[in-house]
């Protein structure tokens, strides 16, 4: 007999089919508890990019929900063992990950790191059941490895895209290798089900250039914690600063060139928050316009600090070419400031159409034309923060996952 209501007892009959019973079996779970995984090479806080940050919102939502979680990362420093539970998410440890400073060779992703990682995860989870299984799409070698642990075990597969590359893009970004990074990005969109993409444009581009089937993808931009910024907002206060922020890693993509030739032209400063190998280059350039008194390089900074800056700061300057959603730029909109960008920076249109365009061939004169005016965007913002918080919210986790269970 079924009881229908918050419990199911006794749903099968003798004449029940084995398809009937998976089904129904996955009906009970979405009514209870669910167990879910993650796989990703990184994991917040112990790495802090913005990827790890929106995984880690989820994962915290979904354990709120009461759910039971678990991640399949890479042990770095200050992570207390291989296998431990922080804030109620158990964390399981595949071998110990490059230092950051190994991250990139010559500009580029290390290819030993992905491929430890996918050597060594298989290891780990083999031990384990789920419900659900995560994957980030990114470094694609160990999706393979997930898809078959998911069909033994019976767990629903998906895969989350932050970003859609291309052969065009890997051919350009590896010469030698890029057909070998293109078809690894294809067959890693092949070999599952579901997908979850971060944003409208990552969806159209999984459809568009890997051919996923779009019924099975569900968008879902998640990136920010309500609770989280509400408390941020209270305790930071509202005074701002003559000083533009950005931040991101230092790589040509991130475009922190044209951010230094903005402020450089203005009397204001600068804090670039974020490392990498295009240090020198941009140090180099911020001297030789004689703007390095203003331009302040942040590296390693806390993420309450980051807040801080965001919070305190003019705007926040987002100029990439090569951003999957940008979540620094929805964080610093939930807190009240401003973000400038231009016609070819790359972040998606639900983000775009809450930012400030400027000229991208008169930057400098852009921002001076903003800071002299008092009635511009840097001092009156117009941002529907009640709107920001609710349209990124991660707290919409557990029916995603729901949905995604009963599909």
Known sequence: MTKLGSQLIYPFSAKTTLRRRYKIGQRVAIMVAMKIAFAYDSAYPWFNGGIEKRRFLIMEALR??????????MFREGMPSEEFT???VHYHC??????????YKRGRRNISWPLKYASLLDIKIWKYRFDILDADAFPFVHIPKLAAYAKLTGAKFVVTWHEVWGREYWERYLPSLGLFGYVAEKLSARVSRAAIANTSKTAEDLERILRFPKGDITIFPAAISKEEISHLSKTMGKKKT????????????????????AVAGTDSQLTIVGRGPEKPRLVALAKRLRA????????GLPEKEIMRALASARAL???SEREGMSIISIESLALGTPVIITASTSIPEEIKQHCHKIDEKDLAGSLNGLLKNRRSVLYLPKID???ILEEFS??????VYKRILAD
């Open 317 to 319: 300057l987002m100029f």
């Open 94 to 103: 595949c071998g110990k990950a490059l230092p950051t400073s190994a991250m």
């Open 86 to 88: 922080y804030k109620g």
């Open 292 to 299: 390095s008194k203003r331009i302040t390089f942040a590296e």
């Open 385 to 387: 923060r009640r709107r």
């Open 394 to 399: 991660a707290e919409k986790s557990e029916q």
């Open 242 to 261: 003559e000083r533009f922020v950005a931040v991101g890693r230092l790589v040509p993509e991130k475009r922190m060139d044209m951010a230094i030739r």
């Open 64 to 73: 709120k929900a009461g759910h039971e979680v678990h991640l399949f990362t």
